[in-house]
């Protein structure tokens, strides 16, 4: 608007009064005057704007609140072949409506009927794409999590999950509890891989409010926001445990497992976070139970010299802090043991312990025997060993050969964030 004030009205202006052609003035005058105003009260309307953005907490600090009961996701297209189609149809139309109204502009015959009828196709095929790949979303859709994904927030939600929803979803999340059989629609298998792309804040909503026309019940009354997170949390860690059962004693190229962080102390005194180790080192996280580890953590002990010059943290986590101390003489091991926080990483962790050779419903599927995990120093599970499979580890110079690996890939994944999404 400036510019069309300063280089086109005043020049006609001058140029006007040069050829003393004074009739015209006035109204060029009453032009320029509504131009000026209109640049001026787009200046004051941006003024205002700022005003009351320097007086609004920044979003960063508030929840967003989704206005609309739906939003748009690619991923829909994976889950159903129709929106593909509906997406290609809607596409065509829109392509259509878009040239008609190319044409309209560029030819002069017949423009009104052309803008009519291309405006109507280009809408009609924008809401059926649009349609396709729309979902259902909610006020919490784009909420962030209270709890961080951490240790202890996944046992909390584990517990909970046994107390409240293990009737209906089953112990494993397979949707096959004892309740599920008389219920229309079944309830959810949790562990499938489109749980994972519904937003952590659709499922805050779901857990809240439950879900319309199906047995799945609200749970606002009974938990508080912090233990829903918590729920969230576990629901999570348990549909990545379903696909962490390809984990193998040999590297995976992809980092995608995200170790939940957790804080311990061990019997040295000393107290960290997995996260401390993030860029520095490699993490190898022992689930210990005895007796089965007895040999094992008596071999980790002499080896345990090479892997700190490999810049290897060892984290040892008994399931019995108390049992370990009992039950393992000095002789056996000199290693520091996690004695804080080890009830909840073991639990947290052991859902990551489940190989196709487990039958994830057994009672034994809770209580997992020997395992150890490599961890990336950007906080990612890489490898795992789980020692009743044989083989793996146990030759300690696969785990080094891992190792190296590690330490001399150049990864662009970035460190995993506190929440889930
Ligand atoms: C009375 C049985 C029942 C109980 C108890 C129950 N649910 Fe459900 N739940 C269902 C049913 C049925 C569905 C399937 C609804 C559908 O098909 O849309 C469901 C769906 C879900 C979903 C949606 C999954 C998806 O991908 O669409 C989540 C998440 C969920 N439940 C979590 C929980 C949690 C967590 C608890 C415990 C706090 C719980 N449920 C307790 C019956 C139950």
């Known amino acids: 608007m400036a510019t069309r004030n300063r280089w086109r009205l005043k020049p006609r202006l001058s140029d006007l009064a040069n050829h003393n052609d004074l009739g015209k003035i ?20 941006i003024l205002v704007i700022v005003g009351v953005m320097s007086i609004t907490p920044p979003a960063r600090h508030l929840q967003p609140d989704w206005p609309f009961s739906f939003r748009l996701d690619w991923s829909n297209l994976a889950l159903s072949p129709d929106a593909r189609f509906s997406l290609n149809t809607g596409g065509v139309l829109s392509i259509v409506g878009t040239v ?70 089953g112990v494993a999340g397979y949707g096959d509890g004892p309740a599920a059989a008389d219920l229309k629609p079944k309830p959810a298998d949790l562990t499938a891989q489109h749980a994972a792309t519904h937003t952590a804040g659709d499922l805050y909503w779901w857990l809240s409010h439950g879900i319309k026309e199906t047995a799945m019940p609200g ?35 992809d980092a995608w497992l995200v170790a939940p962080d957790f804080a311990y102390g ?18 190898l996280l022992v689930l210990v139970s005895l007796p089965e580890s007895r040999d094992r953590l008596e071999q980790l ?16 986590v008994p ?36 190989s196709f050779e487990t039958d994830r419903n057994s009672p034994e599927a809770l209580l997992p025997k020997h395992t150890e995990f490599l961890i990336d120093k950007r906080g990612y ?15 300690i110079e696969n785990l080094l050969q891992e190792i190296e690996t590690l330490q001399n890939e150049k990864s662009q994944v970035p460190a995993p964030a506190d929440h889930v999404h």
């Open 26 to 45: 006035p109204a060029l005058l009453a032009q320029l005057r509504r131009s000026v105003i209109a640049e001026a009260s787009l200046g004051a309307a």
């Open 100 to 169: 008609l109204l190319v044409f309209a502009v560029a030819v002069g015959r017949y423009r009104r009927w052309m803008v009519g009828v291309g405006a109507i196709i280009l809408v009609v095929g924008g809401l059926i794409a649009g349609n396709a790949i729309s979902i259902d979303a909610y006020p919490t859709t784009y909420m962030r999590p209270s709890a961080a994904y951490n240790a202890i927030s996944v046992a909390n939600g584990m517990l909970l999950y046994g107390d409240s929803c293990a009737v209906c979803h």
């Open 219 to 253: 749970f606002k009354e009974s938990f508080s926001e912090d233990e829903r997170w918590d729920l969230i949390n576990f629901l999570r860690a348990l549909s990545t445990a379903e696909r962490a059962r390809s984990l193998a004693p040999v590297t995976e190229a």
């Open 266 to 283: 061990t019997d040295r005194g000393e107290s960290k976070t997995l996260k401390d180790h993030r860029g520095d080192k490699i993490v």
């Open 301 to 316: 002990e002499k080896m345990a010299a090479r892997l700190t010059s490999a810049s290897v943290e060892i984290i040892l």
């Open 319 to 354: 399931s019995d802090a108390q049992g370990y101390r009992n039950a393992v003489d000095s002789a056996v091991s000199q290693l520091p043991v996690v004695t804080e926080g080890n009830d909840e990483i073991f639990k947290t962790f052991s859902l990551f312990n489940h």
């Open 381 to 395: 599970i890489r490898a795992r060993w789980i020692a009743k499979e044989g083989g793996g580890w146990l030759n």
